[in-house]
């Protein structure tokens, strides 16, 4: 998995294909979903999932200075999940982010799946989302306020 992942990065750095959909009508980035992938074409194969809560703990770095990119925040959420098990109630497993190479990996990826209203909505709430690592690209949705 972290030589998907490191794929990504290199189909990253090459270019990639971003596609962002509304979900639902009205208010909010609930039901917002962003997905990036490397190359042109769909999403391949999916290789897991997991849901977490971007709480307070996941918005601060060891120093407890904010972090202020939401693809930070959601790499720090596995961090404190996998490295230092500061867990929320909402936070699920994921079976390959167990290590600081590829939340660092991850890190550099994710950021793709985010446009500027999922960006804003991570960086200044705690949304619950839904993260999807596919063999090509990474999906991201905010699932809950």
Same mark, same amino acid.
């Given at each position: ?6 794929? $990504? ?6 270019? /990639? #294909? &971003?596609? #962002? ?8 980035? @609930? ?9 042109p ?33 959601? !790499?720090?959420? *596995?961090?404190?999940?996998?490295? *230092?098990? #500061? ?17 660092? /990996?991850?890190?550099?990826v #994710?950021?793709? !799946?985010?446009?500027?209203?999922? *960006?804003? !909505? $991570? /960086?200044?709430?705690?949304?619950? &989302?839904? @993260?999807?690592?596919y ?6 949705? $905010? $699932?809950?306020?």
């Amino acid at each position: 998995m972290i030589a998907a992942l490191v794929l $990504i990065v290199v189909g990253v750095l090459a270019g /990639v #294909v &971003v596609a #962002v959909q509304q979900g639902g009508a009205g208010a909010a980035p @609930v039901g917002r979903r962003g997905i990036t992938t490397f190359g042109p074409g769909a999403k391949g194969a999916l290789e897991f999932a997991y849901r977490a809560r971007l709480s307070a703990a996941d918005h601060v770095d060891d120093d407890g200075d904010a972090l202020v990119d939401a693809a930070q925040i959601l !790499a720090r959420d *596995r961090a404190n999940y996998h490295l *230092r098990f #500061v867990r929320d109630d909402e936070d699920g497993y994921d079976p390959e982010l167990g290590t600081a190479e590829a939340v660092t /990996v991850f890190r550099g990826v #994710v950021g793709g !799946a985010l446009d500027g209203e999922m *960006r804003a !909505a $991570i /960086v200044g709430g705690t949304p619950l &989302v839904e @993260v999807e690592v596919y063999d090509n690209g990474v999906g991201v949705e $905010i $699932i809950g306020p």
